[in-house]
């Protein structure tokens, strides 16, 4: 079974990602997906100016989702407490 972590040249990705980090305010726990994450934004960084669509929900409702599930794949109960409570508080916020 394969899942999908990151791809830090999908603008809607990425976009989504910088949308959620404003929804929660930037604080993500340390945690393997964090980590891995971090790791791909760093081999991409520079490598692609930050995109700037419109505001799209669906887009960040997804990217949430992504996170969640990715979360409950590595097994880490922190990341995905975090994840579940981000897509809560985007979703009251809609």
């Known amino acids: 079974t394969w ?3 990151g791809d830090s040249h999908d603008p809607v990705l ?3 990602a910088q949308s959620a980090s404003t929804v ?3 604080r993500t726990p340390r945690g393997p997906l964090s980590s891995l994450q971090e790791g791909l ?3 991409a960084s520079g490598s692609m100016p930050t995109p700037r669509p419109p505001h799209n929900g669906a887009s960040v409702v997804s990217y949430l989702e992504q996170q969640l599930l990715v979360s409950k794949a590595l097994g880490s ?3 995905y407490i975090h ?3 981000a897509l809560i ?3 009251l916020t809609q």
Do not use: D, K
């Open 41 to 43: 934004n760093r081999t």
């Open 24 to 26: 929660i305010g930037g």
């Open 77 to 79: 109960l922190q990341e």
């Open 89 to 91: 508080a985007f979703m």
């Open 83 to 85: 994840w579940f409570m």
């Open 3 to 5: 899942i999908l972590v």
């Open 14 to 16: 990425r976009w989504s």
